[in-house]
């Protein structure tokens, strides 16, 4: 059994020197900046503000471990696809996702969060492409799935699981202000930590 409760915020990594090797099983939270990830952490953890959410988009840079009750980590990936960042930034950003990518983890799975109000971004396809080219075990948040009405909310669902990149893969529509796929996600996760 995990205890969800007994979590706590380990540390932050703003370079690839600060990565350090993976003594437990990982989970991996991915997406643009502002879909919701801290919020979605801070959901499936049951807190308010363990990983601070409504950052200036792009604001969150490194790479935050969550330790949960000793059996495994949260991990908070920065947000990629912010616009008005600097070339230097995200040069910066890409070579610390590689290494993140490229050092030796743990990652039982990765959440790969996706905006439902808008659907894929560009760089979003990109990541599913290198999720699925490096063969990780993945399922998609549909994160902000409050925002939308009944019919467009499962209009933006069809289409996402309907995406080729997508086959076979498991889409949970995801809301802070709902617990139906916090619930999924946690059965996911635990099913993976096993
Ligand atoms: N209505 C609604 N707002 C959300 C939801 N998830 C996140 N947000 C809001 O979206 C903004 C960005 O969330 P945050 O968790 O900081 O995104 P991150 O940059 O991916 O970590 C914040 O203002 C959150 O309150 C959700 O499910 N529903
Ligand atoms: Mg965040």
Redesign the pocket.
């Known amino acids: 059994m995990i205890n969800w409760q007994n979590a706590s915020f380990e540390t932050s990594c703003g370079a690839p020197s600060q990565l350090f090797a993976s003594d437990l099983p990982e989970i991996a939270f991915s997406?643009k900046?502002?879909?919701?990830?801290?919020?979605?952490i801070n959901k499936l953890l049951n807190r308010k503000a363990l990983a601070k959410?409504?950052?200036e988009?792009g604001k969150?840079r490194t790479v935050n471990f969550f330790n949960i009750d000793s059996q495994l980590r949260f991990v908070d990936l920065p947000?990629y696809g912010y616009a008005k960042v600097s070339k230097e930034i995200k040069d910066k950003w890409m070579r610390l996702m590689d290494a993140f990518w490229s050092s030796e983890r743990d990652t039982r799975l990765v959440i790969q969060?996706i905006d439902l109000r808008n659907g894929p971004s560009a760089d979003d396809i990109m990541m599913l492409d290198f999720l699925n080219h490096y063969g990780y075990e993945y399922v998609v948040a549909a994160?902000?799935?409050?925002?939308l009405s009944k019919s467009q909310r499962a209009e933006n669902a069809e289409k996402l699981r309907a995406l080729k990149q997508l086959e076979g893969k498991t889409v949970i529509e995801?809301?802070?202000?709902e617990d139906a796929g916090k619930t999924a996600l946690l059965e996911l996760i635990t099913e993976r930590v096993k």
């Not at 900046?33 to 979605?40: A, H, I, Q, T």
């Not at 995801?174 to 202000?177: A, E, K, W, Y």
């Open positions: 997406g900046s502002n879909v919701g990830k801290s919020s979605l959410t409504g950052a988009p969150t947000g969060l994160t902000k799935a409050d925002k995801f809301s802070t202000r």
